[in-house]
């Protein structure tokens, strides 16, 4: 099992739509939990962080399930501006990040 | 726009040169990370310095020798490269206990 799992998509969503990805980590002794996006041909750029309580960012929305081991972005009204890849990043040890392999928007007119 | 820099931005080398990459940041950070991503993946941690001491190596060949000369700077050098050792090397830095990362734009490398 891979140490940290998302779902490839492509998501294909409409502006104005609601979409949300989700990721599984394996290690549960985990302490840290982050989203980054990622555009084509560019460096990953810190979204946000995710605690347990769940954190909001304007449109953006992250939670965090350490029962189950999940992990979920809700993004909201998307813009054309929001296609890009969303990482899930796991603290997996001190200073030491695991990236899932990123989930694909595509957000049309 | 981004505050750490990464030369050169693009490298081609054959498998018997040696080159180096090079990272600086001035943001006060003393962690500094080498990640290398290929195409279509996530990136992969290689290295990992806190305050200029390696602390995690990811049981990288030894053809990828880092090393961290002052609180600033982070330097990968490449020795006797294979193809698929072609990548994207993205070099990132945080607060030591903060894993927040800020990366630089990469250096898109080819070895022929």
Known sequence: RKEVEQD??????????TVAFNCTYSNSASQSFFWYRQDCRKEP???MSVYS?????GRFTAQ??????YISLLIRDSKLSDSATY??????GFQKL????GTRLLVSP | DTEVTQTPKHLVMGMTNKKSLKCEQHMGHRA???????????P??????????????ESVPSRFSPECPNSSLLNLHLHALQPEDSALYLCASSQVGDEKLFFGSGTQLSVL
Request: hydrophobic letters at 35%.
């Open chain 1, 87 to 92: 990482l899930c990043v796991v603290g997996v």
């Open chain 1, 98 to 101: 695991v990236f899932g392999t």
């Open chain 1, 45 to 47: 750029k810190l979204l």
């Open chain 2, 32 to 42: 500094m990370y080498w990640y290398k991503q290929k195409a279509k993946k996530p």
């Open chain 1, 8 to 17: 490839p998509g492509p998501f294909n969503v409409p502006e104005g739509a």
């Open chain 2, 44 to 57: 992969e941690l290689m290295f990992v310095y806190s305050y200029e001491k390696l602390s995690i190596n």
């Open chain 1, 64 to 69: 965090l399930n350490r029962a189950s081991q």
């Open chain 1, 53 to 57: 309580s769940g954190n909001e960012d």
